[in-house]
């Protein structure tokens, strides 16, 4: 029966120990306490210029190597200043009254110089845009969570907030087991937040209820049919170098209206080029041209970039490129698979979906796959459950059995022995 137990646990800890995908900051005060803690996500799409008046969006995350230097924690106000990659940063002022606080601005800046973020801009300046966040009437010691996703638009740069869960203000060092939840999480909406304990009741703030936080983006459940898988190849002095094997879904957003569209394999046009550090495909078929830029870190492989051309109804082409993904990655030598369904956001204004998935951008041999690394969705740990218990059971099984056949014989070798 232990040893059940154990199967069980050794599941259960599985389970637990996912990462969260998130980034998580703790920041603290002069005498090394806690003072304020953040766990959230942000996704960043900027419009940039690449020539004089020709400008390109680039979607990126706030990545998980930031450093909080900057940010600051008093008693009326604080500051969660993030850092991230080559001179990049994200921060929020907060001021408390009295028994609430709130967000009073966003600042991001971004550093047009970073060519692996912005590639080819024109500019070499540091930007940064500064936003009127819809974070307000927080009780002081609660954590603010919002899973919603929250979409915060400028002329160049839109931000989306999800899964976020801050404590401005932590009181004696230890984060506040209480949630103050957005409207948005709230399955009715347009209620100011609401404080899931106790004495909230009291003291209500003067400030606005500012809580009009847009509606929850709802994405239109998808009512084509699964795409056609394609089989596409690129050849390098006749010899096949790049394998890819996708059945292809693509959803984006052009203003307000959100379009997915499957690509036809029979309708599309394959080129693309091998070499050591990085392979290309592209496919182009009558209404749209995507480029996926595959790269080779001397171990692995990864799809690093993916630029997407499409022309609107009006005849105006639309790009959206994201040049720093880390997606499909597998060691060089092999190929990576993932049967299920997949969506991939690879910018705000672009989705991936990806049916029957499997490439291989470096190292074919003989044209055809090597041995596939599969996603983990492929291998979920749902179907390994069964598979545990099914082993614990069969293991009890045995062990009954056994003992009954050593108890039966121990009672023969005594009847025997008489
Ligand atoms: C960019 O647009 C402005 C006006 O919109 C125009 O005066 C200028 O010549 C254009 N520059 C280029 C390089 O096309
Ligand atoms: C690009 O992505 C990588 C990995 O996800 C991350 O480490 C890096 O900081 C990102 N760069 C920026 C500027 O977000
Ligand atoms: C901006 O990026 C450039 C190139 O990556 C780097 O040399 C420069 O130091 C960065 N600026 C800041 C303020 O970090
Ligand atoms: C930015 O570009 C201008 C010219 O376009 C140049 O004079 C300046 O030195 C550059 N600054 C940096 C930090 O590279
Ligand atoms: C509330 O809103 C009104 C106008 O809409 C404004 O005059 C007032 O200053 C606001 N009060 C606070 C505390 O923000
Ligand atoms: C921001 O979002 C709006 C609305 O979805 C869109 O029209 C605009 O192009 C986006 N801007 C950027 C820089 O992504
Ligand atoms: C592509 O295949 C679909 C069926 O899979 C067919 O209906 C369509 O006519 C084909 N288009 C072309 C251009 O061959
Ligand atoms: C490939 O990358 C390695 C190290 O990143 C570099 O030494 C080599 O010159 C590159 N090869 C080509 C053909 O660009
Ligand atoms: C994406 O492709 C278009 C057309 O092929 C090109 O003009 C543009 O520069 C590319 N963007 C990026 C970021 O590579
Ligand atoms: C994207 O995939 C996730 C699970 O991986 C799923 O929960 C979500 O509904 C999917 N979104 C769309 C629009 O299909
Ligand atoms: C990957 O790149 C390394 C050098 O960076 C090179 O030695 C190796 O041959 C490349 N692998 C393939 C499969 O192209």
Redesign the pocket.
Known sequence: MTRCAAFVLFFASAIVFQPSRGVEVNVTDGQDKLCLYANLMVHFSVSYEETANKSVTTG??????VTTNGSECDATSSMLKLN???G?SWSVNFTRNGDWYQADSITFSYNLS?S??FPNSLSNETKSVTVKPQIANVGVDTCYSCKSKDVISTDLVNMTLSDVLIQAFVINGSKSEMISSCSADQPTTSAPPTTQATNATTDAPVTNATSTAPPPTTTPTPTLPPPTTGNYSIKSDNITCLLANFGLRIGFKQGETYQEMNLEPNATTVSGSCRVNSSELQLVTNTMTIMFTFTNDTAKFHLHALNFTTKSSSGVAFNVANS?L?LWEAALGSSYMCNKEQNYTITSLLSLYTFNLRVQPFGVSKGVFSTAYECFVDSDLSFLVPIAVGVALSFLIILVLISYLIGRRKSRTGYQSV
Do not use: M, P
Request: glycine share 6%; hydrophobic share 25%.
């Open positions: 990126f995350e706030l990545s998980k190597d991230f990659g080559d990049h970073d692996t973020v720093n880390s």
